[in-house]
């Protein structure tokens, strides 16, 4: 299988500083094939021939707390999964018509009907939600900023009761886009 690790919270603030080529060098350490990386914030492509991805997340993230020295969140994807992820295009044509900020949180596990409904009622003007199947799609009007956004993973995750980590649009696309050549 074709997978994505999305690492969250890699070299981001200055925090967390892992470079690529340690970051390939540690999948490869662990038998993963075709390894490559895509940009600096912790997206891992790789061949895999566990099926379980729940059983490859804990392993991959114990593997890293052993490389690194502390833990660091993964959510992994299969190919297959992110090539929806983007097909949903949930906002594209909004958000290319109107030069708006487009996200996508990725989750562990679908959100209950509850919880999608508190995270839904937390939209402010400027901002728009919407769920796929373990993953929330968010515009955002341009006019926001990174400081005064009223996206905030911590605020979501504990309306979601769960940990979560977000790209923006462009990079979404490039690592779907990434997995299958």
Known sequence: MRAIALLRGINVGGHKIIPMAKLKAIFESARFKNVTTFIQS????????ATDTGILRVKI???????????????????????????????????????????????????????????LATQVKGM???????????????KFSGNDSPFSNVK?????????????WATTTKIAELAFS
């Open 128 to 142: 728009t939600f919407r769920f796929g199947a373990c993953e929330l799609y968010c515009l955002l009007d341009a």
């Open 42 to 49: 912790g997206n891992v492509l790789f061949d895999t021939t």
């Open 61 to 119: 993230e114990r593997m890293l707390t052993d490389a690194l020295g502390y833990d660091v969140l993964t959510i992994i994807r299969s190919a297959d999964e992110m090539k929806k992820v983007v097909a949903k295009n949930q906002f594209v044509d909004d958000h290319i018509e109107k030069k708006t900020k487009y996200y996508v949180m990725f989750l562990e596990k679908k959100p209950t009907k509850n919880e999608q409904q508190s995270a």
């Open 156 to 168: 979501l995750e504990k309306l979601l009761n769960q940990k979560g980590t977000t790209r923006n």
